[in-house]
Structure formats: structure tokens, C-alpha cells
């Protein structure tokens, strides 16, 4: 008896990467999370499994569209015609699957909520608690349905668990306490990694965003399939998506020229190729000679003649000196000056003014956080310039 | 750290070489000048000692020609900061390539701290100097603008490119964003996103829009459905009035028949296809009447033909023999085929036969075995091959045996005896071959006099003192260029100053006239005036209110006369006061003209005098008059150069002549020690004679002894192959007998067996045919004899007689004929006779179906009138009266039906308004009417669905999420990387400020003494002016002025750049301590004295640290010579 546990799929959230100015991965992705959804449904159906599980955040837009809820209820209706049911929970952006405003979403797809948070399907009883608005700051486990006996019980809960970077704090509960909860179990969403715990005989997992929109979220691109029997659920993850983010690093400081540099990066490239689904690359490249443009301008000519691979971003940085830099008298004078009160003031203007002008959805780029990176990449970003310069 | 030697132990086309550079004493600078022409290697050392310090290049080795590169090695001893003395070598391995002197791996830490970490990037950016970098350097510190921060900076760190760098790090982060920009990436992709902002939300299916979109359809469909009930209405007036009309006209219609139908004959309807039936059976009558006719022609010529053809009774009998006769075979073949070859082949076979037996019988007696029966000695052509090998096999070795035992005595016989063994003579050919390569010193003593002759032509053009000119230095060819190119342009300013400076003057001269006589003029009056007059006037009469008389009065009346006549002229005056104030406009702007041009003249004037010295002073250092064009400076420079290389070159062929001269010599005497060791004694004079004779001697005499000896070789070689020649030739004759002997062949050797060959392949073949002709000559017997039994069978069936001597073939022919003959009249007969039961059968058919048509007739008109009429006209009228009773029923069928068709009272109303012949029009325009709104709202209705359906199927705007997605994330990049640039300019603006005030104390002071002792005379000091944007490096001449950094020749900014460099190095050796310094080639272009300055510089360096100096001039070996004291040399040669 198997289940496919998914969840975070984002439908309609498009992937956010340089590389889509390609026009050819632009064309091929620009329905990503869609598409993705349609394999997992696909999936769903040659696994011939119990039922599909997805454990909120299906919707992506803070705004309803109801286009996007006509897709789901498509592709859910036709894993229904072919004998596999859906179970489901609203996330924090799931206010398209509000039955009281929108309605039933069709025979056979179950939505749990509050008003109706258990059903039983093939001798597994699926329990589940819907967001009811867009944050939660309490626990939910509480209101959780006990397990039913003599039935393998199933939980489906939308939750930052105890807390995960990149992500904020919704409906949190702690693995402990999940997982002492008596359901077998535990199909998880929100967090975008996939994760596993397990607790004796009962596992939780974190099936994870199935399509990536971005570096950030690199480690996903997989769905869960749980197989449920006599023994303890067993776990396999299957990949479903149809890009996927990755890291390459890369040394040019024992080049002695152009061509050394471009078999470098050209071995990097091919290295990343993956043969069934795209791949969008972000280079860090260990340099004393080359600038991001510099970098970016030969990836770009190499991936000519490389199919399926795309620059995501490409990063410099220079070589770590030996010894101190003391020698260097403008790196070390450019640090004090990151020290003084006139430059940090000046330098927070400027940042300020740059981050107004901004898109407020993105001025994130420019946070407060990100400021020590900064600094240290401008002087890279000098030095590099200005060793470039003199050996033209 | 110092360099005191640099080891080449095998790089490049050096082996175990050495450049030493030696301590230098107490008081004297550390100085090593590296002289060596082009190709003596200065580079391949240079970059020796670079890959010692930082390691050697991993693939692609440009010095791994004479060793490979795993092979090379070069090495260094070292003076090291708290290490002292060491001796350190590097080879071309990817780690553990540094080694210490007993060759054991040495951590690279041991290097890079005493280099403060510095890479090998930043050690030649910091510590070499070389021509082009000095032009470069000093073309880019322009564009710092004088910034002090950055002019020390590349002096410290080498790097010229600050400004450039900063700049473009500006103008990247502005083309991102710039405040109140409008061509910025960033305003471009805000104003984008809005856009696609607008068309998501626009598309965006919110429950609102789709219930709008649903509320839109259904009253669409509300609408489109009342249009589609009255559309049903106005259909039904039009089948209303259609109906009413139809009625109306078919009623018309079955009046005139009635009236028709008065006049035909009466009587019922005819049956269905009576018209076509009746037609049918007149034709059937017609046709079957004839039929009867030709039957009755038919039957009388076939009973005639049945009796012209009677039966042959035997002939069935005799068929049946000869059908048995042709199926039978013998050997396979048709009998009568066999039997006619037989007949006609027969006695040929047998003569075949007889033939062949007299060729075998004299076969045998060729082969002398006539008593022998043939078979025994037929053998196959395989086994009788076998026997002709083994026979030639037997006759091949014993030819061999006999060969190669006539070659043996040749050989010993050829050979002879053994002659004398050569002497070794090696030594006397080694000193022979040394002696001849520089026996000939004619080529290069003409290389001497060429040269020399080469030298008088370049000197021709040239004064006498030329080379006093050269050895006190020549000006620097940049300087020549830069006076020639500059001078014809100062002096077309000068003259253009001067032309502008007159017409100015000229234009301020008249200005000022026009204004002195506008100021003349009367009219000129101005408010002053006119005030003063009419203060007059007041006081006037205030003082006349005040007393009333007559002369007040007077007094009042004048200044109020006089008031109003200044305000009269003041009026008329207003124009020439403008013009006066116009005037004044003109002489000031012409005032301001003529200084500024009078400026400009003084400075061009100033600059032309400037310049003409210093071409005066170019003109004296090329030996030209003081008045000569600077055009003609870079041809006498390029003269000199070329007489001075040319000198150069003279005295390089007349050393190179002395040391071939020297080697000679000693050729001479190593050649006369080794012929004396080889014994050959004499005078010196003829000496490389003797020693040729001998040579040449010792060459015949070791051909000699060679050939002999091959000679001996070849004879044992040929001993080895007779012995086995002759264990083959046994071989060979074991095998023939085995053959033989199977044979009635014995005592016949292996050349009677090839002799006799032919007899026995021709013996095979004949044996072979003779079977094969007497078994056929049995079959053809056989058949002749069956043949004849048959004929006598056949002829008897027929009730002739058999005659025995005919021809069975001719018998049986004449039977097949008469056979043939028998079934051909049988088969006519029988013909006629199935024929003739046809035609009798056809006759009775035709005169039944007449009957019966007659009959059939009768039925079809009965009960009709007009019984006076042919069958087909009679069934013509008729049918023409059911025509029109047909017509009328149908006419009222269909008014009947039309008006069951329509609704009651609609057809009423309509039947009641006819006739009206625009009745119609006016039901198909209410119809249109109806139809036109139906569709219409059709059309929304189906539109309506459309946007709904659309709304969820075909609004997805996923590209536009996409480019949404993709621009900001490159917003997010692009705002990132502006910041980083914004940071970095910021960062280094201030580092660069912090730089200026850290080292200006020091730094400064070495700058100032490096560039005026470099540029002396014409520069005394630098200064540094403070200014909004910071602090700017200004020279300072002679007489005060201060140049601004980028207003300096080209050549003083090398100068100033080079004058940084150095007092780079010695900040960095306060610092860190000294590391040793390169300077590659930088004075090739500066006259001696400017040379000799820069060679004290080096001599600075020296005293601070080490300074090392490639060249390839030989003069500026000897102005180091003379200018820093305790110079070390190093000449590399080529």
C-alpha cells in the first residue's frame, strides 16, 4: 500500500533565475510548477498508489485566481477517474481551496479542515487540519483528531516544525511531540528541503518543494513515495523537476591562460549536464584575474555548444592571500575605511537610496544582513578591476 | 631578501650556467647591470627567477626545448630575512617542486614570507619596470587627474589603472542605476514589470471577475433566447402567408384541368408502368416475329452440313497407340525423341568409338606399356598433379645441391687471403675535424671590412664629431617627435594669436570711439539732469507760494520752462541714452576681447620662444645649426643611432675575429700533438698535408679489411645453406618412390615421369570419353528397337499392311496425320448438330412470346375507351388524361397541406388579405428583421461563453509570470552588483585618501627628489594643492609656475611615474624590507644625462635595497660604470 506524500507545490509560482533569459529554457519552463504538477499527478497514476497526499501550499499568490484552482481541479478529477483519490490541507497561501467560498473541488479529493478533518481510504484514515487564515501562530496539533484503532493513521499538517531558516514561523510544533502523536504518519509541508524524521515505528517527512524556483531552494525537486505495510512506513523519493539548481566551484588561479580558463569552466559545465532535465548553473569561480562580466561572457560562449545547461549566476573572488595582506596597502586601507563612521554613513545613504528605488518586493537584496558580503565583494571587486586593467 | 646568484642548471638553451650577482662593499650601492645583446637570454634569466620564486608553469613550457620539462631545473642563492644564506632550486613539478640544495622538497611558506606574501603577479606589478610599462604607466597616471592618492598608490603597488578602474566601476553601477536617470537598466525593467504588472492583473480570473463574466452570459442567454422565441413567431407568419398563398394558387390550378380532363376519353386510371409495359410488349412482337423468320433460314444449311462430314471408325483406336507411344521413355528421354537420334546417329557414335580405341592403344605404346591394360595407368588429374610435384621436388634439390656447391668454391676462391688490420686514428681524426672548422678566417675578416665599409656610409651624412654627439647622449626620440609635431602648430598659433590679437585690438579701439562720441552728443541727457531740473522748478515754487511777486514769479516760470525743457529732451533723448549704454556694452565686451586675446598672444608668444630654444638646444645635442626645422630631428637622430649601432656592431665582427684567431691557433697546436702520436713527423708547414694523406690512407686500408671480412661471413653462410640442400634432395627422392611404386611404371626415374606426364593426362582423358561414348551408343539401340514393334502395332490397327525395312518414324507420322485428320471432322459435325437443336428450340420460343405479348395486351386497355387507335397512341392519350388527374389530386394535396402546415388563425388572416402581391415582401422583411436580431444576439450570447471560457482556459499568462520572475532576479543581481561597485569606488576613494595621508611625509619627499633629479633643469619641486575634491600632485618649475599633472608632456609623466616607482620601493623596503628590484631596458630612450640621472636612481635603490638592470645598450653599461660607484657587470653572451 503506497502513498505520494508532496507538498509546497506553488502552482503558478514561476522559477526566478537569469537563466530563463534563454529563450529556449524561458520557453520550456514557463509553465514549470504546472507541468511538474501534471508528472506528480502522472506518477500518481503509474504507481497505481492508495492516494495522493499534498500537504498545503498548493497555491502560490497571495491574490486568488481562480485559474489556478481550474488546474488543480482538472488534473486532481483526472487522478480520480483513474482510481487514485487526492488528500489534502490548505497552507498559508491556500485561499483558493476555501471550500466556503469556492466550493467542493470534486468526488473523490478530500480537503481536511476543521469541519471535516478525518476520511478513510482503503483501510488508512487520513487526518488533517486546514489554515484558516494566512498565519497561524499557535501549534495545531492539539485539535488533531486522535488515531483510530485498528487503522493505519496518516497525518497531514502544514508547519514549520520547530523553525527553519528562510522560512517564517507557521503553526510550529515540535518533532517530539508530532511524532509521539500515535498516527503512523506524518506528511509534512512548508518547508522547502526535504527532510525525514522518525521516532521508532513512525516517520515524519518533509516531502519538499517538487519544482525549485530558485538556488535557494536546489536541494528539493523530489516528491515522497511512503509505502505502508506491516512494518515501519519505508520511504523513496522519485524526482519530478523539470529544472534543477546547482553549484559549481571553480579554481582559475593555476591557469597560465585564456585557453586553461576555458577548459576550466568548460569541464564545469559539462560536469553539471544532467541527461533527462535542465540545469541552471551558479559558478563560483576562485580568480586573482577575472570579473563577474568577465566569467559570465566565457560561460556563456562555452554553453553554445552544451545542451541542457544554463548560467543561474556567476561570483568571483579572489584568491586568499597567503599570508596577511599587509603588503596590499589598498585592501588593507580600503578595510579601515569600511571602519570609519563617514563611510559607513555614506555608505548607508547610498545603499538606502539604491534600495528605494527598488522594487519593494526585492529590496531584500540590499538588507542589512546581506551588508558584510557586500563589503567584502567590493573589494574584491576592485582589486580584481584594477589587476584586469593593467594587464590589458 | 637579495639575490646573490641565479642558477640555469638546465632551462631554456642553459646548462649548468650561472649569473652572479656579489655583495657589494660597504658605502656602494647594490647595483648588478645584466648586459647581454638580443637572444643572449636576459628574458629567459628574468623568467628563470620568477618561476624559482613562484614556481614553474604547468604545461606548454616556453623554455622546455633543449630539456623536456619535467627536466628542468633552475635554482638561486638567497639572502633571506632570518634565515640568512640559503641555497633553494626549483623544478617543474606540480607540488614539492621547491627544493633545497641537497634536493629534498621545501614548503613554498619558506618563500612567501620572505616575498610578504606577495604572488607573482603582484611581484612584477610592484618590483619590475621595464620601457613599455614606464610609457604606459606615465600615460595612465593622466588619468588621475593628479589625485595624490592615486599617483602614490601606483607608485607603491605598480597598478595605473586606478582612475580607469574607478570610472568604469562608476559608469557600470550608473548604467544601473543613477539618480533621476531615465535610461537606466533599472528604470527600464521597473517600467516593464509595471507593465506586465498591468496585463497579470488584468488576466487575473479573481472570483469578482468570474462572477461578472458569468453574469455577462447569462443574460446574454437570456437575451439571445427572447430574440430566438420571436424569430419562431415571425417564421410562423411567414409559413402562414406561404400557406394562404400556396392555397390560394393551387386552387387556380385545378380549375383549368377540370375544364381539360371534359375533353379526354373516360375510363379508370391506368395500372402503374402501363405506358412502359405496353411499349414493351409491341417491341417484344415486332422482335419475335423476325426471330421465328431467321430460325427457319438457320435449320435448313445445318442439316446439309451434318451429312457432308461422316465418322472415321479406326482413327479413335490408333489415337490411343500413339498417345501410349509418346509416353514412353528410355534413359530418361521421350521415347521418339531418342528413337529419331538414334536413327539418324547411330553409325556415327560407332566410328566415335573405334576412333578413340586405336588413340588408347597408342597412348600405351608411347608410354612402352602397350600389354598393359589401359585402366591401370588411368590416374586422376589430383594424384597425378601430386606425382609431377614430387618428380620437380626431386629435380629442385639435386639443382640446388649443385648450385650452392659450385658457389662454396667460387667464394673461397674470391675471398683470397686476409689483409693487414687498421690502426685507431680517432685522436688524429678528432683534432682534424676541430682544425678544419676554424681554419678559415677570411669570412670574418670580411665581415670586418664590410662592416667598416658599412660604418664610412652611415658617417657620411654626419658631422665629424658624430660620435662625441652620441657619447654625450642623444635626446630622447620621443622629445624630437613631439618638438617637430609640436612646433608648426605653436607657430600657426602664434600667427593666429597675433591676427586675432589685432583685429581685437582694432574692434576695442573702435568700440571705444563710438562711445566717446555717443557720450558726446546732446542728446545724451540723463535722469540726473532731469531731476535737477525739476528739483529747481519745486524749490522755485516753494518759494514763490511762499511770496507771491513778480520776479518769484519769473523765477518760478523760468525753472518750470527749464523743467519742461529737460524733460522734453529728456524724452527725446531716451534713444541715444540707449544707444550711449550700448556703447558702453560694446567698448567693455570689446575691452574684455581684446585682453583675452592679448593673453593669449603673450602665452603663445611665451610658449613659441620656449619651444624654439628647446629646439635650438635639440638641434646642437644632433650637431645641426641652432635655426634647423625640427622636422629634419628624427632623420639625424635615426642617422646617428644607426652610425652608433653600426660602430657597435664593427667592434662586436673585430672581437669575434680576435677569438677566431685565437682558436686557430690552438687548433694548430692540438693537431700537431696528435699527429705526432700517430707517428707522423715533419715540418709544421706541411703538416695538415700529411695528416690528410694519412687519414685517407687509414680510410682505404679499414674499406679493405671490411670487405674481407664480409667476405668470410658470406662463404660460411653458403656452407650452412649446401647442407641443406642436401637433407632436402633426400627428402624428395623418399617421396617419388612412394609414388612409383603404386604404378606399372618401376625403374622409371623423376625425369622420365615428367617426360611421360602429357601421355598420362591425355591416357585419363581418352580412357574417360571411350566409357562415356560405349554406354550411349547402348541406349540409342534400345530405342530404335521399341520403335519398330510399335509401328508394326499401329499399322496393323489401321488394316494395312506392315512392311519390316520402312521407316518406323515415317509410319508412325502417316497414322498421327490421318488421327488429326479424323478429329477435326468429327469435331465440325458435332458442332452443326448442337447448332441446328439451338435454332428448332429458339423457333418455338418466339412464336410462344408472341402469343403471350398478344395476350398481355388485351389485359391492359381493358375497360379503355378509344379502342380505334394504335396500341402506342392509344396509351399516349390515356396517359396524358391520367396526367392531369394526377396534377389535380397533387394540387390539392398540397394546398391542403400547406394550410394544415400553418397555424389556423394566422392562415386565415393571411388567405383573407389575398390576392396581394407585396404581401410576401412585407412577411420576408419582418422575417429578415427577426433573423438579423437572432443572431446578433446569438453572437453575444456565444461571445459571452467565450470570455468565460477563456477567462480559464486561455488567459494564463505564464510568460509574462516568467520575464515577471526573470527580471527581478535580475534586478535583484543587478542591485547587488551596483551596490558592490558603489561600495568598492566608495572604499577606494577613501583608502586612496588614506593612502595620500599616510605616505605623503615620506613618499612625497622621495618623489620630489626622484623626479627633479630625473627632469633637472626643468623642473625644481612638486607641490601638492589642496582642492575640493582632494589633494592634487602639481611640478613646479624654475621660475615657480606649477604644471598640474596632466597638463605635462608625455615624457615628463613617464618621468614623474618613474619617480613614483621609486619611491614606492622605498616605502615598501621601510615597511617589509628590500626585495630585489627589476628595471628591464628603461632608459633606452633617455638622452646620457637624463640616463645618468636615472642610473643615480638605481643607485638609490641599490642603497635601499637591490636593484638588478637588463640591457642591451653597451653605452649605458659604461655610464653605470661611471655613474654608480662599485657597479657590478654581468655580460651574458649569445
Redesign the interface.
Known amino acids: 500500500m503506497r502513498l505520494i506524500v508532496s507538498a509546497d507545490t506553488h502552482l503558478?509560482s514561476?522559477?526566478?533565475?537569469?537563466a530563463?533569459?534563454n529563450p529556449a529554457l524561458?520557453?520550456r519552463?514557463?509553465?514549470a510548477s504546472?507541468d511538474t504538477f501534471r508528472g506528480i499527478v502522472d506518477l500518481a497514476i503509474s504507481e497505481s498508489v492508495v492516494a495522493l497526499v499534498l500537504a498545503g501550499d498548493i497555491f502560490d499568490n497571495d491574490?486568488?485566481?481562480?485559474?489556478s484552482r481550474?488546474f488543480l481541479v482538472t488534473q486532481l478529477a483526472r487522478a480520480a477517474s483513474a482510481g487514485v483519490p487526492t488528500v489534502l490541507i490548505r497552507g498559508n497561501h491556500d485561499a483558493l481551496l476555501d471550500h466556503n467560498?469556492?466550493g467542493a473541488l470534486g468526488p473523490d479529493i478530500h480537503l481536511l479542515h476543521k469541519g471535516n478533518p478525518s476520511v478513510e481510504i482503503a483501510g488508512v484514515a487520513f487526518h488533517g487540519l486546514s489554515f484558516d487564515s494566512s498565519h497561524i501562530a499557535d501549534s495545531l496539533l492539539p485539535d488533531y483528531p486522535a488515531p483510530i484503532a485498528g487503522l493505519t493513521n496518516v497525518g497531514l499538517m502544514h508547519t514549520s516544525l520547530g523553525g527553519s531558516a528562510g522560512h517564517d514561523p507557521y503553526a510550529p510544533c515540535a518533532e517530539q511531540d508530532l511524532l509521539a502523536h500515535g498516527f503512523d504518519l506524518w506528511c509534512l509541508g512548508h518547508i522547502h528541503t526535504p527532510f525525514e524524521r522518525t521516532s521508532g515505528p513512525v516517520l515524519a517527512v518533509m516531502p519538499g518543494i517538487p519544482q525549485p524556483?530558485?538556488f535557494g531552494e536546489r536541494f528539493g525537486g523530489c516528491v515522497a513515495i511512503v509505502t505502508l505495510g506491516d512494518g515501519p512506513p519505508v520511504l523513496e523519493r522519485r524526482s519530478v523537476g523539470h529544472l534543477r539548481f546547482v553549484e559549481a566551484e571553480l579554481d582559475l588561479t593555476?591557469c597560465?591562460d585564456q585557453s586553461?580558463v576555458l577548459q576550466v569552466i568548460d569541464n564545469a559545465l559539462k560536469g553539471a549536464q544532467d541527461p533527462v532535465r535542465d540545469t541552471a548553473v551558479r559558478l563560483r569561480v576562485l580568480t586573482?584575474?577575472h570579473t563577474?562580466d568577465d566569467l559570465h561572457a566565457l560561460a556563456n560562449e562555452l554553453l553554445e555548444s552544451i545542451d541542457r545547461v544554463f548560467i543561474d549566476?556567476v561570483k568571483s573572488f579572489a584568491p586568499d592571500?597567503?599570508?596577511?595582506?599587509?603588503?596590499?596597502?589598498?585592501v588593507r586601507?580600503?578595510r579601515?575605511?569600511?571602519q570609519?563612521a563617514?563611510?559607513q554613513q555614506?555608505?548607508a545613504q547610498?545603499?538606502e537610496?539604491?534600495?528605494i528605488?527598488?522594487?519593494a518586493?526585492?529590496r531584500d537584496?540590499?538588507s542589512e544582513d546581506?551588508l558584510d558580503e557586500?563589503?567584502e565583494?567590493?573589494?574584491a571587486?576592485?582589486s580584481l578591476?584594477?589587476?584586469g586593467?593593467?594587464a590589458? | 631578501m637579495r639575490l646573490n646568484r641565479l642558477d640555469l642548471t638546465r632551462y631554456g638553451r642553459f646548462s649548468d650556467a650561472q649569473i652572479v650577482l656579489p655583495i657589494p662593499e660597504d658605502d656602494t650601492a647594490d647595483v648588478t647591470v645584466i648586459y647581454g645583446l638580443n637572444e643572449a637570454g636576459k628574458s629567459t634569466a628574468f623568467t628563470a627567477y620568477l618561476e624559482l620564486l613562484f614556481g614553474m608553469k604547468t604545461r606548454d613550457h616556453p623554455y622546455e626545448f633543449r630539456f623536456k620539462r619535467s627536466d628542468l631545473l633552475v635554482g638561486a642563492e638567497l639572502d633571506m630575512p632570518n634565515r640568512g644564506r640559503v641555497v633553494l632550486q626549483r623544478n617543474s613539478k606540480k607540488t614539492q617542486s621547491l627544493l633545497d640544495d641537497q634536493g629534498r622538497p621545501v614548503e613554498d611558506t619558506y618563500l612567501t614570507a620572505a616575498l610578504q606574501g606577495l604572488g607573482r603577479d603582484d611581484y612584477v606589478e610592484r618590483f619590475l619596470l621595464n620601457g613599455e610599462g614606464l610609457r604606459k604607466g606615465g600615460a595612465r597616471i593622466a588619468g588621475a587627474q593628479g589625485d595624490l592618492g592615486q599617483l602614490l598608490h601606483a607608485g607603491v603597488s605598480g597598478l595605473t589603472g586606478m582612475a580607469s578602474t574607478l570610472d568604469q566601476m562608476a559608469a557600470r553601477a550608473d548604467r544601473f542605476h543613477k539618480k533621476g536617470g531615465r535610461g537606466t537598466d533599472l528604470k527600464r525593467a521597473k517600467d516593464r514589470l509595471t507593465e506586465i504588472g498591468q496585463e497579470l492583473r488584468a488576466t487575473r480570473l479573481t472570483p469578482e471577475r468570474e462572477r461578472g463574466l458569468a453574469a455577462a452570459c447569462d443574460k446574454a442567454t437570456a437575451t439571445f433566447d427572447a430574440a430566438d422565441c420571436e424569430l419562431g413567431d415571425a417564421r410562423l407568419r411567414e409559413a402562414a402567408s406561404s400557406a394562404a398563398q400556396l392555397w390560394y394558387d393551387r386552387s387556380e390550378d385545378i380549375r383549368v384541368i377540370d375544364a381539360d380532363l371534359l375533353k379526354l376519353p373516360d375510363g379508370p386510371d391506368l395500372r402503374k408502368g402501363s405506358t412502359e409495359a405496353i411499349a414493351r410488349l409491341v417491341a417484344t412482337i415486332t422482335e419475335k416475329t423476325l426471330r421465328v423468320s431467321e430460325a427457319d433460314e438457320n435449320i435448313t444449311a445445318l442439316a446439309k452440313d451434318i451429312a457432308d462430314h461422316p465418322a472415321d471408325d479406326a482413327a479413335e483406336a490408333m489415337a490411343a497407340e500413339l498417345a501410349q507411344l509418346d509416353q514412353l521413355t528410355i534413359d530418361g528421354a521421350p521415347l521418339m525423341a531418342r528413337a529419331a537420334t538414334a536413327v539418324s546417329d547411330l553409325g556415327k557414335r560407332i566410328a566415335d568409338r573405334n576412333t578413340l580405341r586405336e588413340q588408347i592403344d597408342q597412348t600405351l605404346a608411347g608410354l612402352s606399356v602397350a600389354d598393359v591394360p589401359a585402366a591401370s595407368l588411368v590416374v586422376g588429374p589430383e594424384k597425378l598433379e601430386d606425382l609431377a610435384q614430387a618428380a620437380q621436388a626431386v629435380l629442385t634439390a639435386q639443382n640446388a645441391v649443385e648450385t650452392i656447391t659450385e658457389g662454396v668454391a667460387l667464394a673461397k676462391e674470391q675471398r683470397g687471403e686476409a689483409p693487414p688490420e687498421p690502426q685507431d686514428l680517432s685522436h688524429l681524426q678528432a683534432a682534424w675535424d676541430t682544425w678544419q672548422t676554424v681554419a678559415d678566417v677570411t669570412a670574418q675578416q670580411n665581415t670586418v671590412t664590410t662592416e667598416t665599409a658599412r660604418l664610412a656610409t652611415a658617417v657620411v651624412v654626419l658631422p665629424k664629431v658624430w660620435a662625441e654627439l652620441v657619447d654625450a647622449g642623444l635626446p630622447a626620440r620621443e622629445t624630437l617627435i613631439d618638438v617637430a609635431r609640436t612646433m608648426p602648430s605653436v607657430a600657426a598659433d602664434l600667427a593666429s594669436a597675433q591676427t586675432e590679437h589685432k583685429k581685437c585690438d582694432s574692434a576695442y579701439r573702435l568700440a571705444q570711439s563710438k562711445r566717446q562720441a555717443d557720450e558726446a552728443a546732446p542728446s545724451a541727457i540723463d535722469l540726473a539732469t532731469t531731476a535737477q531740473a525739476r528739483r529747481l522748478r519745486d524749490e522755485k515754487w516753494v518759494t514763490h507760494r511762499g511770496a507771491m511777486s513778480a520776479k518769484t514769479a519769473d523765477e518760478f516760470e523760468a525753472a518750470m520752462h527749464g523743467d519742461d525743457d529737460a524733460h522734453a529732451s529728456f524724452a527725446d533723448g531716451s534713444e541715444a541714452r540707449v544707444q550711449l549704454a550700448t556703447a558702453w556694452r560694446d567698448e567693455k565686451a570689446a575691452l574684455v576681447l581684446r585682453d583675452k586675446s592679448q593673453e593669449r598672444f603673450d602665452r603663445v608668444t611665451q610658449h613659441h620662444s620656449e619651444l624654439a630654444t628647446q629646439s635650438s638646444a635639440l638641434a646642437k645635442a644632433l650637431g645641426l645649426a641652432p635655426d634647423t626645422s625640427p622636422a629634419a630631428f628624427t632623420d639625424r637622430y635615426t642617422a646617428l643611432v644607426q652610425a652608433a649601432q653600426t660602430a657597435a656592431h664593427l667592434e662586436n665582427v673585430k672581437a669575434e675575429f680576435v677569438v677566431l684567431s685565437d682558436h686557430r691557433s690552438a687548433a694548430d697546436a692540438d693537431l700537431k700533438t696528435a699527429a705526432k702520436l700517430a707517428g707522423i713527423e715533419g715540418a709544421d708547414s706541411d703538416l695538415a698535408s700529411r695528416v690528410r694523406a694519412a687519414l685517407t690512407l687509414q680510410d682505404s686500408v679499414r674499406q679493405t679489411w671490411a670487405q674481407w671480412s664480409r667476405a668470410k661471413d658470406a662463404i660460411t653462410d653458403l656452407e650452412g645453406k649446401a647442407a641443406q640442400a642436401g637433407s632436402d634432395k633426400d627428402t624428395a627422392d623418399h617421396t617419388f618412390a612412394a609414388f612409383i611404386a603404386a604404378l606399372p611404371l618401376a625403374g622409371r626415374t623423376a625425369q622420365d615421369l615428367i617426360a611421360a606426364l602429357p601421355h598420362l593426362r591425355n591416357l585419363h582423358r581418352l580412357h574417360s570419353d571411350h566409357e562415356k561414348l560405349v554406354l550411349r551408343i547402348e541406349a540409342l539401340e534400345d530405342a530404335v528397337a521399341l520403335l519398330s514393334a510399335s509401328a508394326a502395332r499401329i499399322t496393323a490397327m489401321g488394316g494395312d499392311v506392315n512392311d519390316p525395312e520402312a521407316d518406323p518414324l515415317a509410319v508412325i507420322e502417316k497414322v498421327r496425320i490421318r488421327v488429326a485428320r479424323a478429329a477435326s471432322t468429327t469435331t465440325r459435325r458435332e458442332e452443326a448438330q448442337r447448332r441446328h437443336t439451338a435454332e428448332t428450340t429458339a423457333r418455338k420460343a418466339a412464336t410462344d412470346a408472341v402469343d403471350v405479348a398478344q395476350a398481355e395486351l388485351s389485359d391492359w386497355f381493358k375497360d379503355q375507351g378509344a379502342e380505334d387507335l394504335a396500341a402506342t397512341a392509344r396509351v399516349a392519350l390515356l396517359a396524358k388524361r391520367d396526367a392531369l388527374r394526377a396534377a389535380r389530386n397533387a394540387h390539392d394535396i398540397a394546398r391542403k397541406a400547406a394550410r394544415g402546415g400553418a397555424k389556423a388563425a394566422l392562415f386565415d388572416e393571411e388567405l383573407a388579405l389575398l390576392p396581394n402581391t407585396s404581401r410576401a415582401a412585407e412577411v420576408q422583411q419582418l422575417m429578415v428583421d427577426a433573423q438579423a436580431t437572432r443572431d446578433l444576439t446569438f453572437e453575444m450570447h456565444h461571445e459571452a461563453k467565450r470570455l468565460y471560457q477563456e477567462a480559464f482556459d486561455a488567459a494564463d499568462r505564464s510568460e509574462l509570470a516568467t520575464e515577471q520572475a526573470t527580471i527581478r532576479e535580475e534586478l535583484r543581481t543587478g542591485a547587488r552588483q551596483a551596490a558592490v561597485l558603489r561600495l568598492g569606488v566608495l572604499a577606494a576613494k577613501g583608502a586612496l585618501r588614506r593612502l595620500a595621508s599616510e605616505r605623503r611625509t615620506t613618499m612625497l619627499r622621495d618623489v620630489e627628489e626622484a623626479f627633479v633629479a630625473i627632469t633637472a633643469p626643468a623642473w625644481s619641486s612638486v607641490d601638492v594643492w589642496s582642492q575640493t575634491e582632494g589633494e592634487k600632485l602639481v611640478g613646479i618649475q624654475p621660475d615657480g609656475t606649477a604644471v598640474p599633472v596632466e597638463m605635462m608632456s608625455t615624457g615628463t609623466m613617464g618621468q614623474l611615474y618613474f619617480a613614483l616607482r621609486i619611491a614606492g620601493y622605498r616605502s615598501f623596503a621601510r615597511d617589509f624590507g628590500p626585495l630585489p628590484m627589476i628595471l628591464d631596458d628603461i632608459m633606452e630612450t633617455f638622452d646620457d644625462e637624463r640616463a645618468k640621472a636615472a642610473l643615480q636612481l638605481c643607485s638609490d635603490i641599490g642603497r635601499s635595497g637591490q636593484a638588478i638592470i637588463f640591457t642591451h645598450h653597451a653605452h649605458l653599461v659604461d655610464l653605470a660604470r661611471d655613474t654608480i660607484e662599485g657597479v657590478n657587470i654581468v655580460e651574458m653572451l649569445r
Request: aromatic letters at 2%.
Open positions: 503558478d514561476p522559477i526566478r533565475s537569469v530563463l533569459r524561458g520557453d519552463l514557463k509553465q504546472r491574490f486568488p485566481d481562480l485559474k481550474a467560498a469556492h524556483r530558485h593555476d597560465a586553461e586573482a584575474r563577474t549566476k592571500k597567503p599570508t596577511d595582506d599587509n603588503a596590499d596597502d589598498l586601507l580600503m579601515e575605511e569600511l570609519e563617514g563611510f555614506a555608505n547610498m545603499l537610496e539604491l534600495r528605488a527598488l522594487p518586493d526585492i537584496a540590499l546581506a557586500l563589503l565583494d567590493a573589494i571587486e576592485v578591476s584594477l589587476h586593467m593593467d590589458q
